[in-house]
């Protein structure tokens, strides 16, 4: 292919590009929307391929290009593989955490631990910060990490325990499913050595509970807030510390 790094050029030549492995599914909804952008007034953007003629990036935009005659505009960068895409995806509104996952898991060496990572969200359907503390234990966000294929499963059949308690609790405060700190403070919960899981869901089923909404921002409050619930009619013997 011919080639001027960061100079964009232009062809009508569509044989010359190709997809590559890895990079996002095509979405055939936003294909359409492109289209009927496109007839409006096309875009100018021009797409990034490697030197083999690989779409990096702006695979929609080739599609929709192709389907209408109209121009490639293109830009090479020399060497392009799969980690550029990530690179140059990392943040756009276009890919998500999920777009990211699938496609370290298609690559010619597949990363496991983003397939552990999309099988654990399919099964619990938590939110993309629970998940990740979850499987991971840390407290980090790990954005970096996540899109550039450094993500590491440390703690699978303890995220699957966890997420197992949490999904008997989760129905009782829905708005919460997706905050780490709720997750991260049951967690916490779940640690202290006196605490008995079956008493705790009693109590959540109290009438005086029911519908209560958690008055709490951080870890440490919702701690407080889930051992306040847990000593609710329970023997002074049998309560658990009051974190304040």
Same mark, same amino acid.
């Given at each position: 292919?011919?080639?001027?790094?960061?100079?964009?050029?232009?062809?009508?030549?569509?044989?010359?590009? &190709?997809?590559?492995?890895?990079?996002?599914?095509?979405?055939? &909804?936003?294909?359409?929307?492109?289209?009927? &952008?496109?007839?409006?007034?096309?875009?100018?953007?021009?797409?990034?391929?490697?030197?083999?003629?690989?779409?990096?990036?702006?695979?929609?935009?080739?599609?929709?290009?192709?389907? +209408?005659?109209?121009?490639?505009?293109?830009?090479?960068?020399?060497?392009?593989?799969?980690?550029?895409?990530?690179?140059?995806?990392?943040?756009?509104?276009?890919?998500?955490?999920?777009?990211?996952?699938?496609?370290?898991?298609?690559?010619?060496?597949?990363?496991?631990?983003?397939?552990?990572?999309?099988?654990?969200?399919?099964?619990?359907?938590?939110?993309?910060?629970?998940?990740?503390?979850?499987?991971?234990? &840390?407290?980090?966000?790990?954005?970096?990490?996540?899109?550039?294929?450094?993500?590491?499963?440390?703690?699978?059949?303890?995220?699957?325990?966890?997420?197992?308690?949490?999904?008997?609790?989760?129905?009782?405060?829905?708005?919460?499913?997706?905050?780490?700190?709720?997750?991260?403070?049951?967690?916490? +919960?779940?640690?202290?050595?006196?605490?008995?899981?079956?008493?705790?869901?009693?109590?959540?089923?109290?009438?005086?509970? +029911?519908?209560?909404?958690?008055?709490?921002?951080?870890?440490?409050?919702?701690?407080?807030?889930?051992?306040?619930?847990?000593?609710?009619?329970?023997?002074?013997?049998?309560?658990?510390?009051?974190? +304040?």
């Amino acid at each position: 292919m011919n080639r001027q790094d960061n100079k964009v050029m232009i062809t009508d030549d569509y044989g010359m590009f &190709s997809f590559m492995v890895g990079n996002r599914e095509i979405d055939n &909804s936003h294909i359409n929307r492109l289209i009927k &952008s496109f007839k409006i007034k096309p875009e100018n953007t021009p797409i990034y391929v490697n030197e083999h003629g690989e779409i990096l990036d702006g695979q929609h935009s080739f599609k929709v290009r192709k389907i +209408l005659k109209l121009p490639i505009l293109y830009i090479v960068i020399e060497g392009g593989t799969l980690e550029t895409i990530h690179r140059l995806n990392t943040n756009r509104k276009g890919w998500t955490f999920d777009d990211h996952a699938r496609s370290w898991t298609k690559r010619a060496d597949p990363i496991l631990d983003y397939q552990m990572y999309l099988d654990f969200k399919k099964r619990y359907k938590f939110s993309h910060e629970v998940i990740t503390f979850l499987l991971t234990g &840390s407290s980090r966000k790990m954005k970096d990490e996540f899109v550039g294929g450094q993500f590491k499963v440390t703690q699978l059949d303890e995220a699957i325990a966890t997420a197992r308690k949490i999904e008997g609790i989760k129905g009782y405060y829905p708005n919460n499913n997706s905050n780490r700190s709720f997750a991260k403070g049951l967690v916490k +919960l779940f640690g202290i050595k006196e605490f008995n899981y079956r008493l705790f869901l009693t109590k959540l089923g109290y009438k005086s509970l +029911l519908g209560k909404k958690l008055e709490a921002h951080n870890v440490d409050e919702y701690l407080t807030a889930f051992v306040k619930i847990y000593n609710t009619n329970t023997p002074t013997n049998k309560k658990l510390p009051l974190f +304040l």
